[in-house]
């Protein structure tokens, strides 16, 4: 069955610093990647997707992603994060036929700090 | 329009009522989605719609009641819920139904806050 595991469940980082937020995923065929961004109390949005090719994923709001297969890892990154960046980050692997019936990790909370 | 509507944005109600959250999408999806997210927690699928009719249902209780009228439109109907279905539930939609491509994407609507007293 399909998985994602997101081992920081809390991480703070200086306004300014680089940030990487790890996944790691289990699936037995080529997965469909996601990571979305959630605020209090709102909706999820995307950030980027990896469906195939090119391994490194640019995305909105400055994010990138790399998928490694070897590592079964799908990390996203920021060079420079900005205060408004504290948020949930959920990744997240495609099921289903459309690959849309998302399954989640259990997401990391990003702090900024001044 | 990329936009995923729901209504209402917070709904609180008696263990006795009946209730309904409904989501609609005017992107021409014809996949729709309801999850659930409990506090500091992940979203969890309940259940997938594609071309109206149910296609997963991830062994959801029977008092949580799907409906998809028609393309743009998914109802939620909720009977005799407990203290603990209190959560933000969110309604997603997407494109391609059936198969994955490079424009496989799910969007979300801000979700129902639901308190069940």
């Known amino acids: 069955a399909q998985s994602v595991t997101q081992p920081d469940i809390h991480i703070t980082v200086s306004e300014g610093a680089s940030l990487e937020l790890r996944c790691n995923y289990s699936?037995?065929?080529?997965?469909?990647l996601f990571w979305y961004v959630q605020s209090p109390g709102q909706g999820l949005q995307l950030l980027l997707k990896?469906?195939?090719?090119?391994?490194l994923v640019q995305g909105i709001k400055g994010f990138e992603a790399e998928f490694k297969r070897s590592q079964s890892s799908f990390n996203l990154r920021k060079p420079s994060v900005h205060w408004s960046d504290a948020a949930e980050y959920f990744c997240a692997v495609g099921a289903g036929q459309a690959g849309t019936a998302l399954i989640f990790g259990k997401g990391t909370t990003l702090s900024v700090s001044s | 329009d990329t936009e995923v509507t729901q209504t209402p944005k917070h709904l609180v109600m008696g263990m006795t009522n009946k209730k309904s959250l409904k989501c609609e999408q005017h992107m021409g999806h014809r996949a729709m989605y309801w999850y659930k997210q409990k506090a500091k927690k992940p979203p969890e699928l309940m259940f997938v719609y594609s071309y109206e009719k149910l296609s997963i249902n991830e062994s959801v209780p029977s008092r949580f009641s799907p409906e998809c009228p028609n393309s743009s439109l998914l109802n939620l109907h909720l009977h005799a819920l407990q203290p603990e279905d209190s959560a933000l539930y969110l309604c997603?939609?997407?494109?391609?139904?059936?198969?994955?491509?490079?424009?496989?994407?799910?969007?979300f609507g801000q979700g129902t806050r639901l308190t069940v007293v």
């Open positions: 699936y037995g065929a080529t997965p469909y």
């Open positions: 997603a939609s997407s494109q391609v139904v059936g198969r994955i491509s490079p424009d496989t994407e799910a969007f």
């Open positions: 990896y469906f195939s090719g090119d391994t």
